[in-house]
């Protein structure tokens, strides 16, 4: 079965620095897809970032960037400038077809932003 | 972007009784639908899922007679949780497949707002 794991529960950095989410991964399967989600106070689950198993190249969203290691089945999200509303839970997530299949999510990191 | 919607946002019931939660794909259609359940300050588990016209897909140890899930359109997914009782209460959130012309790894997954159940 697969798994996820985030290993820090929660996070502190201070506004406009850069912070680094660690996630890894368990599976055997060699295509796959893995997500960083966002989880504010309001509980609406928002898509930060995706990343194909396929593509070597990390993907990038603004502030926000991975560190895709598929060999060591490591996925770290990295945000820069960190703002206020930065703050929230942030999920790690795998499946195996992209929009189409259920996810796996991991215990999540509580991440505070110190003003 | 897509939107999806849960109704009701919360629900206390007491124990015994049957709850129905409705997820709705508003500006797409959603062949697949996801209901998932998350506890207090932890993580989503995948419960089920839902596909139009079609008999929902369980994870291991969910109980397909207590949570009865429907799809019964393009647009519309419920979750019954039946003779609820006060284990029962949890966070419920569905999400729904928004298929785009890249096929199936380029499809992606909007979420819903969330159901707060309490059974009382």
């Known amino acids: 079965a697969q798994t996820v794991t985030q290993s820090q529960p929660e996070m502190s950095v201070q506004e406009a620095e850069t912070v680094t989410l660690s996630c890894t991964y368990d599976t055997s399967e060699s295509d796959y897809y893995l997500f960083w989600y966002k989880q504010p106070p309001s509980r609406q689950m928002i898509l930060v970032i995706r990343q194909e198993a396929y593509k070597q190249q990390n993907a990038t969203e603004n502030r926000f960037s991975v560190n895709f290691q598929k060999a060591a089945k490591s996925f770290s999200l990295k945000i820069s400038d960190s703002q206020l509303g930065d703050a929230a839970m942030y999920f790690c997530?795998?499946?195996?077809?992209?929009?189409?299949?259920?996810?796996?999510f991991g215990k999540g990191t509580h991440l505070i932003i110190q003003p | 972007g897509a939107v999806v919607s849960q109704h009701p946002s919360r629900v206390i019931c007491k124990s015994g009784t049957s709850v129905k939660i409705e997820c709705r794909s508003l500006d797409f259609q959603a062949t697949t639908m996801f209901w998932y359940r998350q506890f207090p300050k932890q993580s989503l588990m995948l419960m089920a899922t839902s596909n139009e016209g079609s008999k929902a897909t369980y994870e291991q140890g969910v109980e397909k007679d207590k949570f009865l899930i429907n799809h019964a359109s393009l647009t519309l997914s419920t979750l019954t949780v039946t003779s609820a009782h006060p284990e029962d209460s949890s966070f419920y959130i569905c999400?729904?497949?928004?298929?785009?012309?890249?096929?199936?790894?380029?499809?992606?997954?909007?979420f819903g707002p969330g159901t707060r159940l309490t059974v009382l």
């Open positions: 999400s729904a497949r928004y298929r785009l012309a890249g096929g199936r790894g380029t499809d992606t997954q909007y």
């Open positions: 997530a795998y499946n195996i077809g992209g929009g189409a299949d259920g996810l796996t």
